[in-house]
């Protein structure tokens, strides 16, 4: 790959993807997108770049994008965030919404599913205490493979291996050959969808705690900022942001303060940013009518909807 290739491919997967690509990437770059000569039909990494200047080249960018990005997952990552959302989050939430009793929770940049579904499980262990409400959880990403390998919910060994409790192993999953696949119950909890952090997320709604973790990191600060400018709308006034532990909305975002308990990578808004979002929510409740809301706008996402045993 000649100098000037790699240089192009770099602004494309920036453009895409927000990935930032250091100079000493190009031998992982061109290992990552070797594949795709074979699924194009392109004979070499130089027909690879031609082909992604065209102006049409809409989804090979797309496939470019998906091919170099990180999809590092694994299931209860970094435990605290998920204590936070049982302990904290989810009591705090259920005294604010007595009336409704919905209670909507977005994974970003999923990857793989195993938070998303690690959310459900936690859940799912205390349906006694959640009778008569409605949680969704919608999970997005917007790399094809990793969706359908989280739509599937089916993992291996290794991958059951990193951070889920045996219990809920033996509970919630069965052996499928040299696999595991999650029950159909949990996998039925948690809506996955196409979704790119840097492109406007108002179809999905608005929801009470976002989970964006462990992605930021690979992002510059100019695309950190364009990314929690997207995120903001998408959270309600009193709701949550979620981030990876060493991740961080300081000096890149004046929406977002950390939580009371200072807890590494939790947030909620500032003051003027709640109002802000409280006049939002006014608006849309007098646009649609009593109660309506954002989270409107997202039929069919997953709810998990707890009964008694």
């Known amino acids: ?138 999970a997005t990403d917007f790399a094809e493979d990793a969706l359908r390998k989280a739509r599937k919910g089916l993992y291996s060994q290794f991958e059951v291996q990193r951070g889920l409790p045996v219990s809920l192993l033996v509970k919630y999953f069965s052996k499928a050959g040299n696999a595991w696949e999650i029950s159909p119950d949990i996998r039925g909890k948690v809506a996955f969808g196409g979704h790119n952090l840097l492109d406007d997320g108002q179809a999905l709604g608005v929801f009470d705690v976002i989970f964006c973790r462990n992605v930021l990191i690979y992002f510059d600060d100019v695309t950190k900022r364009t990314v929690f400018a997207r995120l903001a709308p998408r959270l309600a006034s009193d709701g949550f942001l979620v981030l990876g532990a060493a991740e961080t909305t300081t000096h890149l975002s004046n929406d977002f303060m950390a939580v009371p308990e200072r807890l590494h990578g939790v947030f909620c808004f500032t003051p003027a940013a709640a109002a802000a979002a409280s006049m939002r929510e006014e608006a849309r409740r007098l646009k649609g009518g009593e109660g309506a809301s954002d989270s409107d706008a997202a039929p069919g996402a997953a709810r998990l909807c707890a009964s008694p045993r």
């Open 1 to 138: 790959m000649m100098a000037h290739e790699f240089g192009l491919l770099r602004r494309i997967l920036k453009e895409r993807s927000g990935l930032n690509l250091g100079d000493d990437k190009q031998g992982m770059l061109e290992g990552k997108l070797r594949p795709l000569l074979k699924e194009f039909a392109l004979p070499s990494m130089s027909h690879l770049a031609l082909a992604l200047m065209k102006p049409d080249a809409h989804h090979l960018r797309d496939r470019a994008a998906q091919a170099v990005t990180v999809q590092e997952s694994y299931f209860f990552r970094d435990k605290v965030p998920f204590h936070y959302f049982i302990d904290v989050m989810l009591p705090k939430l259920m005294v604010k919404r007595e009336v409704s009793r919905r209670i909507r929770v977005w994974c970003a940049a999923a990857a793989t599913g195993q938070e998303a579904y690690s959310l459900a499980m936690e859940l799912a262990e205390r349906e006694r205490q959640l009778v008569g409400w409605t949680i969704e959880i919608v």
